[in-house]
């Protein structure tokens, strides 16, 4: 992973970002925001960088074959330009499926798709000093096997 945000980081103009930009990554999509200074127009920065962020990101997606999205942090906004909406398979049992079906009907969110993407959002925000140990964990492990003997 961490290959994939130095290739990424190593590709964008230094002059684009206050700082290094943001690189997320999972199995289909690599997320890049950067920092403007606040006094930029991110729709400005947004058209005047096109061309370049598609160059970007299409040498990007053949090397990892995933698609790249891109956003803007500006003062205290994050503006994502484009972003990739994958669709997730999931067994859930009755009880689990009840629970998206109460937040359909309650008009909180306007399918089981939407309830189900509601409480993951929810989970993240209420968990999320767990999920970033969790993370860092994974990364360890991941460096841990890189290092390890080959198997042929």
Known sequence: MRD???TVTSR?????????????VDDDEILCIGRLAETTD???????????RVEIA??????????????????????IFT??????????????????????HSGVARSRSDALQWCVKL???HEAEWLNELQGV???????RSEGPTVP
Not at 12 to 24: K, M, N, Q, R, Y
Not at 138 to 144: A, S
């Open 42 to 52: 991110p729709t400005e920065f947004r058209e005047r960088s096109r061309a370049q």
């Open 4 to 6: 994939i945000i130095d």
């Open 138 to 144: 994974l990364e360890d492990v991941r460096k841990v």
């Open 123 to 125: 989970v993240g925000q």
């Open 12 to 24: 964008i103009p230094p002059s684009w970002f206050l700082g290094a930009p943001e690189v997320t």
């Open 83 to 104: 972003s990739q909406s994958t669709p997730v398979m999931t067994r859930l049992k009755m009880s689990e499926r009840l629970v998206l079906d109460t937040l359909v």
């Open 58 to 79: 299409q040498a990007i997606e053949r090397l990892y074959r995933r698609s790249v999205s891109w956003g803007v942090d500006v003062g205290d906004k994050r503006i």
